[in-house]
C-alpha cells in the first residue's frame, strides 16, 4: 500500500509524464485512501481523467499502470 507522500511522487510523474494531472480534491483523496492494488489505483486515476478503463487506448492504458505498478514496487 502506498502513504500519502509516495502517491504526491507518483500523482507529480503521471501528471509530468504523461499528461495526467488530476483536480486537486482527487489527488487529496487518492493520497487518504489510496486504492490497494495497482489496477484499482490505474482505473481511479484513468477515471478521474475522464477515460473509460475498459474502451481507452490500451497502450496509454499501460503507461499509466505501468507508472502505478512502479510505486507499488518500491
Known amino acids: 500500500m502506498l502513504n500519502p507522500e509516495s502517491v504526491t511522487v507518483l500523482l507529480s510523474k503521471l501528471c509530468t509524464e ?3 494531472c488530476l483536480p ?3 489527488c ?3 493520497k487518504m485512501a ?3 492494488s495497482i489496477k484499482a489505483f490505474t ?3 484513468v477515471s478521474a481523467e475522464g477515460f473509460n478503463p ?5 497502450h496509454l492504458y499501460r503507461q ?3 507508472k502505478i505498478a ?5
Open 18 to 20: 504523461l499528461g495526467f
Open 24 to 26: 486537486p480534491d482527487v
Open 28 to 30: 487529496e483523496r487518492l
Open 34 to 36: 489510496p486504492p490497494d
Open 43 to 45: 482505473d481511479a486515476v
Open 54 to 58: 475498459k474502451n481507452m487506448d490500451l
Open 64 to 66: 499509466v499502470r505501468n
Open 70 to 74: 512502479e510505486a507499488f514496487h518500491q
